[in-house]
């Protein structure tokens, strides 16, 4: 069977057989390629994960603000949730954190759909732009008030 058959049909038996002939210096058999790949795709999967931790925050964070009277306990533990798994996940990535602020614009849109299909309001009813900074997104101290709207900013602190 050959490296790309092997890659094709048993891709555990394949990553295993590339790790051993890693280790043991046989570069020549290894399929440098599709390794580069995999790692190129280990990376882009950080990225989502950051991306879908976002969405999940914002479209509660949003929930949370636009919807008040349906506070629960389970948005508000989902919110802290999200939260420490985010701060460890940058941890983990510390170079993730120059992707945040793309990652937050990709997340938002994902957010504001979900926001919409959990409350029943409009897409429209959300703000268009990320009105979380990152400092607010990660602060466990910080929740969305009634003091800002979808027309303009979330105040400062």
């Known amino acids: 069977m050959s490296i790309q058959d092997l890659y094709d049909t048993d891709f555990y038996a394949w990553a295993n057989r590339q790790a051993s002939l890693l280790r043991s210096g046989q570069l020549e058999q290894a399929d440098i390629a599709l390794i580069a790949e995999e790692i190129e795709s280990m990376g882009k999967s950080e990225l989502r994960e950051l991306e879908n931790?976002?969405?999940?925050?914002?479209?509660?964070?949003?929930?949370?603000?636009?919807?008040?009277?349906?506070?629960?306990?389970?948005?508000?533990?989902?919110?802290?949730?999200?939260r420490r798994r985010l701060r460890r996940h940058l941890a983990q990535n510390p170079s993730l954190r120059h992707r945040l602020e793309q990652a937050r614009e990709d997340a938002y849109g994902d957010a504001i759909l979900a926001a919409a299909s959990e409350t029943g309001l409009a897409e429209e009813s959300f703000p268009t732009q990320c009105p979380f900074t990152p400092e607010q997104t990660l602060d466990d101290d910080w929740w969305p008030s009634e003091a800002w709207t979808a027309d303009r900013q979330p105040p400062q602190g």
Request: hydrophobic content about 40%.
């Open 53 to 82: 931790r976002l969405a999940v925050l914002f479209s509660h964070l949003l929930k949370w603000r636009f919807q008040p009277s349906r506070r629960s306990r389970s948005w508000e533990l989902t919110i802290k949730e999200q």
